[in-house]
């Protein structure tokens, strides 16, 4: 009997006689395209920080988050997608230890424990797992495909499901949007992965349910609760009636943002500190028009609260117009149908998964901000990836466009007359990483 390879002997030899692969010019476009509007746009809409001493001040503080993120990406995209295989489960784990600790002992923002302080910084774990689920599902379903055909086993699906829950589940007191994006992603990657239909819609299904639950289940829960100092002190601040809905569970925000959600001619009402944030939005938008007013001459962006985050589309309408609007949410679409073109050219079904559920991750967030803000969802906080201001989210957006580039470099392609590298890759992969590329099939 042949003795089995050694990995790392094969990756060397891999590496060194693999063709180079020149980087993917579309995601390093949409990426420069995203930069330009960050830097510009993010300056525009931190008027409300900006002080007389220090108007850069905001600007300098996303500058240097942006390069840590670009160094990042740069160094991911530099390693074999490989290792990012390896360190899937460990960032999972991190990201579930993170987040128990901040429903314990995290630091409040808006009136939940959404932070955990790092060396003077505040990071939000919440952004990285949701980083953590979309390559966790990537690798579940890679590693659980039904060989021959396009499908994944039950066993794999229910792996998903409980990935998906459990992450929902540490993310549910911080907000309802953050839930029901993981298990959009969720059905995304199954969607795409092939999962066969009546296994999909029973797990939509399964999704359903379960979050009407939860949500009916923390509705009761505020009803028959007494409201904590910290709510009866955030309910003055900000004139809200002092009662049993005034609870830490946010429930009673949910359910008054998705009625006033669902009102007719909502955009007419009288201007209230309940819908400053959405009626100032549609302004602001309303104000653009096409063509747009010009970058830095946002007139809403002094009275919009969090411009410069949860609203700062908002501002880009306003500054850019509904062309370059279009434009912007075009590139993040471009970004996804990239990483679906490669996804398909790739021969192993880890390196296809990983890249589309990285652009998943991406467009799924950015879909979700616009719109929250053009009124197409109720209100919540969502991040416009690598534009909003918010080092965290930043961060975790770099690390996935390096997966992509990671992959679109290394990974071996259909349709190459030198099967070599191919075969080197499939040897350095795990024996349950080796399945073929299910979009082949």
Known sequence: MEPSPNPSAVAAEAEAIRPRVRTDHHIWGIYIVLLIYSVIELFSASSQEVRVDDIYGPLVRHAQFLVIGFGLMLVIQHFHYRYVVKLIPYLIACSIIAMLYV?????????????????????????????????????????????????????????????????????????????????????????????GFRKFWAVMGFYVIVGLLAIGGKSLMAKNAAPSAEMREIAMLNKEEVGAGNVDDRSSTW????????????????????????????????????????????????????????????????????????FLLLCYVWLLGRAAYVGTQLRRTPACFLIIGCGVYIVIQALFHMAIVSGVFPVSGQPLPLISKGGTSVLATSIALGVMLSVSRHAARTGTADDTAATLELQSLPENLRNENPTQL
Do not use: W
């Not at 792996?159 to 929902?168: A, D, I, M, Q």
């Not at 819908?275 to 007139?299: D, F, M, W």
């Open 103 to 195: 429903l314990v002992a995290g630091v409040t923002i808006n009136g939940a424990r959404r932070g955990m302080r790092i060396a003077g910084m505040v990071i939000l774990p919440a952004e990285f797992i949701k980083l953590a689920v979309a390559l966790g599902v990537a690798l579940i379903m890679s590693r659980y495909q039904v060989k021959g055909r396009r499908d994944v086993s039950t066993h794999g699906i229910v792996l998903c499901v409980v990935l998906t829950l459990v992450s929902s589940g540490l993310l549910f007191t911080q907000g309802l949007t953050n839930t029901l994006l993981l298990m959009a992603m969720s059905a995304a990657m199954m969607a795409i992965g092939g999962v």
């Open 255 to 326: 359910r008054g943002r998705i009625e006033r959600h669902f009102r007719l001619n909502k955009h007419l009402d009288t201007i209230t500190d309940l819908n400053k944030q959405e009626q100032l939005s549609y302004i602001a938008q309303a104000h653009g028009g096409i063509t747009g007013v010009g970058p830095g001459k946002s007139r809403e962006n002094a009275r919009l609260p969090l411009a410069f985050s949860d609203y700062i589309f908002a501002i880009i309408v306003e500054e850019c117009g509904l062309v370059l609007s279009v």
